[in-house]
């Protein structure tokens, strides 16, 4: 049971999720949500044709015109109301301490995100996530795996969340840690290994970092999208 201070917390906060076909987990994550009413919920949708619409009422649904992780997500935090936004994937596994967590920490900080907990039992997962927390505390960058939360005030300070096809999490990171350290949770929110269960763990691995490697050298988001989900 969510202590007072976190569930006047929650009412803080809009939780934005993009789509494209991911009807079955993001029924999964709805049916989560749906526990703490005190949440504003967006969806936003790149086009799916698995109608996600269909899955409940209790959450805003938004048509975006182009898919693209940033384009969905910098359109759903245009639709949300609330002073904090918290960004999660269609496939985020959320548990109550996840939510716990939030809704007491953001009287306290400007930005953060979670260690995070994949949902596979291979020893290379564990590497992964070990490497992906451990990475992102050095670094101050984050990925959207991660549930990145932010202030709408220091969205605002960046220009806005970026409104790009792919990499938009390290985008807004670099932006963001020049003013204040991400809060690092750690109550570990979970994360499907879908992806790597569909193109193999090492494969996935080099594939992500290549691009991120690439992006960094100036590698345009557009062709890094059209790349990375023709492999999909």
């Not at 949500?33 to 949440?39: F, G, I, K, N, Q």
């Not at 384009?71 to 109550?96: F, P």
Request: hydrophobic share 40%.
């Amino acid at each position: 049971m969510l202590s007072e201070r976190a569930q006047a917390g929650l009412s803080k906060i809009a939780v934005v999720v993009s789509v494209l076909n991911d009807r079955d987990p993001l029924s999964q994550l709805l049916t989560t949500l749906a526990r703490y009413p005190e949440l504003e919920l967006i969806v936003v949708d790149g086009g799916s044709s698995d109608s996600p619409h269909e899955i409940t009422s209790s959450a805003t649904f938004v048509q975006a015109t182009k898919p693209g992780r940033g384009v969905q997500v910098a359109l759903g935090i245009r639709h949300t109301t609330r002073e904090w936004i918290w960004v999660l994937h269609a496939d985020s596994v959320v548990q109550e301490e996840n939510v716990e967590s939030i809704g007491t920490v953001i009287n306290q900080v400007r930005w953060g995100r979670f260690d995070v907990s994949l949902d596979g039992s291979r020893w290379e997962y564990r590497m992964i996530e070990t490497l992906m927390n451990l990475r992102s505390r050095l670094s101050s960058i984050c990925t959207g795996d991660q549930g990145m939360f932010f202030q709408r005030d220091i969205l605002k300070e960046i220009g806005g969340f970026p409104d790009q096809s792919l990499m938009e999490d390290v985008e807004a990171s670099k932006h963001l840690r020049k003013l204040a350290k991400p809060f690092c949770c750690t109550s570990r929110l979970g994360v499907s290994t879908r992806k790597w269960e569909a193109d193999g763990v090492f494969r996935t691995v080099f594939r992500m970092w290549s691009f991120r490697i690439r992006y960094y050298f100036g590698a345009s988001p557009d062709v890094l999208y059209s790349e990375y989900y023709r492999h999909r």
